[in-house]
């Protein structure tokens, strides 16, 4: 059971809880297991849900599940759109029905920057990091286009680390992981979880979130290339399978809603992370309202390209 404050009034600051993680790490998966919880706080919570891309897939699954559920799209919170995360801050920390806010970074954030975004002109005084949970992608660490080097940065600033999706790799593979966190992060908590979910209990008190504000950076270490390919009619479902297992090798994460002419009246979501065709998953999604397409993240992204081959791939 979560143990971090959810108390807040007149006389406290606004309790943050930030959720880390790399691309397709498993952050929505965790929170909607959190959500799901008997206790949880539903209706006095606020999400905020970053991502990079242009369409924001994560924010329209959590619609209607928590108090307020915010979208931040096209780009990263820790700087593209860091200004509309603070003003979603402060518009929260006056809002009385609001006692908790939890954040999903992007997956390709730089963490120590979004914590200074959470630190600067007034926000000290309106809200308070309570902690910081990272999720690690176990089984594709270390194999993505983006190299470790963002990865092992993210993990600096966690309170607790999860070495997700623990069952899909050999416990060597866990124990050297640990390892390599706690060179990084000596203080992290590391425990190890199944989608999202963990038997050991979170930390109450964060420390990785009392950091100096610092400046604002407009550009990643890491370049990202994100684009939103629409798919607003029903698409044959083995052409759209056929076309996806053979990305260009930039394309890194992949995700969205597409309707297949063998039921078009039922959405289906579509999720990918890393390489590998077991890497796939697609399944009934409960909305028949949401816009239909597909987002992909990588790096060197031709996106004319993609449009151009997925359209003929369709139309066979």
């Known amino acids: 059971m979560i143990a971090w404050s959810l108390k807040k009034n007149m006389e406290t600051k606004l309790p943050i809880h930030l959720v880390t993680g790399f691309l397709g790490s498993g952050k929505s998966t965790?929170?909607?297991?959190r959500i799901a919880r008997p206790d949880f706080p539903r209706e006095t919570?606020?999400?905020?849900?970053?991502?990079a891309g242009p369409m924001n897939v994560d924010a329209k699954v959590f619609k209607g599940k928590a108090g307020t559920v915010k979208a931040l799209s096209g780009g990263c919170a820790c700087c593209v759109v860091s200004k509309d995360l603070q003003r979603e801050i402060r518009v929260l920390a006056g809002d009385g029905r609001i006692r908790q806010v939890?954040?999903?970074?992007?997956?390709?954030?730089?963490?120590?920057?979004?914590?200074?975004?959470?630190?600067?002109?007034?926000?000290?005084?309106?809200?308070?990091?309570?902690?910081?949970?990272?999720?690690?992608?176990?089984?594709?660490?270390?194999?993505?286009?983006?190299?470790?080097?963002?990865?092992?940065?993210?993990?600096?600033?966690?309170?607790t680390v999860l070495?997700?999706?623990?069952?899909?790799?050999?416990?060597?593979v866990l124990e050297d992981l640990k390892k390599r966190v706690l060179e990084v992060n000596p203080r992290a908590q590391v425990l190890t979880s199944v989608r999202g979910?963990?038997?050991?209990?979170?930390?109450?008190?964060?420390?990785?979130?009392?950091?100096k504000p610092g400046l604002l950076r407009v550009a990643h270490a890491v370049?990202?290339?994100?684009?939103?390919?629409?798919?607003?009619?029903?698409v044959d479902q083995k052409r759209l399978m056929e076309w996806l297992q053979c990305?260009?090798?930039?394309?890194?994460?992949?995700?969205?809603?597409?309707?297949?002419?063998?039921?078009?009246?039922?959405?289906?979501?579509?999720?990918?992370?890393?390489?590998?065709?077991?890497?796939?998953?697609?399944?009934?999604?409960?909305?028949?309202?949401?816009?239909?397409?597909?987002?992909?993240?990588?790096?060197?992204?031709?996106?004319?390209?993609?449009?151009?081959?997925l359209s003929a791939a369709l139309h066979v």
């Open 102 to 159: 939890w954040i999903e970074a992007s997956g390709v954030a730089e963490v120590e920057d979004l914590l200074d975004r959470l630190t600067e002109e007034d926000l000290p005084g309106l809200c308070q990091v309570q902690g910081v949970l990272h999720l690690v992608d176990v089984k594709n660490y270390g194999k993505g286009i983006f190299g470790k080097s963002l990865e092992r940065g993210q993990w600096r600033w966690a309170d």
């Open 163 to 172: 070495l997700n999706k623990a069952d899909l790799v050999e416990a060597a």
């Open 197 to 211: 979910e963990t038997e050991g209990d979170l930390l109450h008190e964060g420390h990785r979130g009392r950091v």
């Open 45 to 51: 919570t606020a999400l905020i849900i970053n991502d």
């Open 247 to 309: 990305l260009p090798s930039g394309v890194y994460r992949v995700k969205g809603f597409v309707s297949f002419r063998e039921s078009p009246r039922q959405l289906h979501l579509i999720h990918k992370v890393g390489e590998g065709e077991e890497a796939w998953q697609c399944w009934p999604y409960e909305s028949d309202r949401e816009e239909t397409g597909l987002v992909f993240l990588g790096v060197g992204l031709e996106v004319e390209s993609m449009k151009s081959s």
């Open 223 to 234: 370049p990202v290339s994100t684009c939103w390919i629409s798919l607003p009619d029903a």
């Open 30 to 33: 965790f929170l909607q297991a």
